[in-house]
């Protein structure tokens, strides 16, 4: 009996270490539901015409890695999913060497990517006060990381080296924003 016991009890231990490694290796970014809310987040950007076809422009400014050389930034109150909150997009061109006129004169040829951040409702990710990280390409489809997953969701929660929240996290004003020093979003 008691080696009966021990084999149920192994066989427990093992089932839960399984089960924990799993989930530490499921990302807090990229899932169903994170890829689902990025498109009706591009929804929402096309209908305000801050993506698509008929996208506003402004006149961009110099950037760096790891937007782009040129950027253009727009600031939206926005509804998704029945949920307001502020909108953050910005489009990233380059290559390397691309000025403003270029962008001006062409930018669907110098269009590398479109992030967006969004303030979701309190809760979702209070310790990085609640904000929806995306990477769009230029079509609309999700960037991935080079492990194949796609750029949506909490992007790199705990990864202190590398992605969205890492770096936004430093942002000056508590906002996780670098372009405003606004605060209390």
């Known amino acids: ?5 021990k084999l149920v009890g192994s066989l427990v231990v093992a ?17 169903e539901e994170d890829t689902a809310y ?3 987040v591009w ?14 422009h402004a006149f961009p400014y110099a950037g760096t890695d790891p937007h782009g050389m040129m950027l253009e930034t727009f600031y939206q109150n926005a509804e998704i999913d029945g ?5 953050v997009v910005k489009r990233n061109y380059g290559p390397e060497g691309v000025t403003a006129d270029q962008v001006l004169s062409d930018p669907g040829e110098h269009l590398g990517s479109v992030t967006v951040m969004f303030k979701r409702e309190s809760g979702y990710d209070a310790e990085n006060k609640d904000w ?12 991935k990381n080079p492990g194949g997953i796609e750029l949506a969701g909490r992007v790199a929660k705990g990864n202190a080296e ?5 770096c ?7 906002d996780f924003l670098f372009t405003t020093d606004r605060t209390g979003w």
Do not use: W
Request: charged share 15%.
């Open 83 to 87: 949920q307001a909150g502020t909108l």
């Open 132 to 143: 929806f990280y995306a990477k769009y390409l230029p079509d609309g489809s999700l960037d």
């Open 162 to 166: 590398a992605g969205c929240i890492a």
């Open 43 to 56: 929804a929402a950007m096309e209908e305000l015409n801050l993506a698509g076809d008929g996208a506003i």
């Open 1 to 5: 009996m008691t080696s009966r016991l």
């Open 38 to 40: 990025a498109q009706k």
């Open 15 to 31: 089932s839960a270490l399984t089960m924990a490694v799993a989930q530490a290796q499921t990302p807090p970014f990229g899932q």
């Open 168 to 174: 936004h996290s430093a942002a000056p004003g508590e």
